[in-house]
T-cell receptor, first 112, second 113 residues
Framework: SQQGEEDPQALSIQEGENATMNCSYK?????LQWYRQNSGRGLVHLILIRSNEREKHSGRLRVTLDTSKKSSSLLITASRAADTASYFCATDAGGRDDKIIFGKGTRLHILP | DGGITQSPKYLFRKEGQNVTLSCEQN?????MYWYRQDPGQGLRLIYY???????QKGDIAEGYSVSREKKESFPLTVTSAQKNPTAFYLC????????????FGQGTRLTVV
């Protein structure tokens, strides 16, 4: 069963524009994380937001969390060609166990 | 350097053979995970382990087996019962009880020939 679902599945934008990706999940969580994957590589952690937080920033990344809507968004500002990658949200199972569940991801392509 | 290492990077298997994928971590993490990723798709959880000598099935455990005899190691065996094993396999580890970040290996690409 998929806990997180990212939207859109794919996104192409011009370099310099902002990119927004969304994630919806089904059950209660302790925290939500965003990861990045370059083609054919492992995933790299970007940012974590806890269930009692509403917004978090890290460099050009801004993450929001709305637990009432069971959704999160990742905003990448001033996009660069190097941001081209797939982005995944991941959630725990709300403390019942340590399963980490990933969504299907958003494929982001930055056009020069 | 601390990290998580998967080997081999590429693996070819003949139909009907079992193969074992290696995953080793020196991060002193209690929890380890195996995921399968198909082209253009997300990660699906195969098995996970929270502690030595214990592991749980994920969403797609059929045709796979694991062991956790040491904290540092969590090998995955793809058995002949797995009907469509060609995929990209990712291993990860994290702290248990206070999940702040999962660290991933670079993956093993398994192809059935």
């Amino acid at each position: 069963s998929q806990q997180g679902e990212e939207d859109p599945q794919a996104l192409s934008i011009q370099e310099g524009e902002n990119a927004t990706m969304n994630c919806s999940y089904k059950t209660s969580i302790n925290n939500l994380q965003w990861y990045r994957q370059n083609s054919g590589r492992g995933l790299v952690h970007l940012i974590l937001i806890r269930s009692n937080e509403r917004e978090k920033h890290s460099g050009r990344l801004r993450v929001t969390l709305d637990t009432s809507k069971k959704s999160s968004s990742l905003l990448i500002t001033a996009s660069r060609a190097a941001d081209t990658a797939s982005y995944f949200c991941a959630t725990d199972a709300g403390g019942r166990d340590d399963k980490i569940i990933f969504g299907k991801g958003t494929r982001l392509h930055i056009l020069p | 350097d601390g990290g998580i290492t998967q080997s081999p990077k590429y693996l070819f298997r003949k139909e009907g053979q079992n193969v074992t994928l290696s995953c080793e971590q020196n991060l002193n993490h209690d929890a380890m995970y195996w995921y399968r990723q198909d082209p253009g798709q997300g990660l699906r959880l195969i098995y996970y382990s929270q502690i030595v000598n214990d592991f749980q099935k994920g969403d797609i455990a059929e045709g796979y087996s694991v062991s956790r005899e040491k904290k540092e190691s969590f090998p995955l065996t793809v058995t002949s019962a797995q009907k469509n094993p060609t995929a990209f396999y990712l291993c990860a580890s994290s702290n248990w009880g206070d999940w702040t970040e999962a660290f991933f290996g670079q993956g093993t690409r398994l192809t059935v020939v």
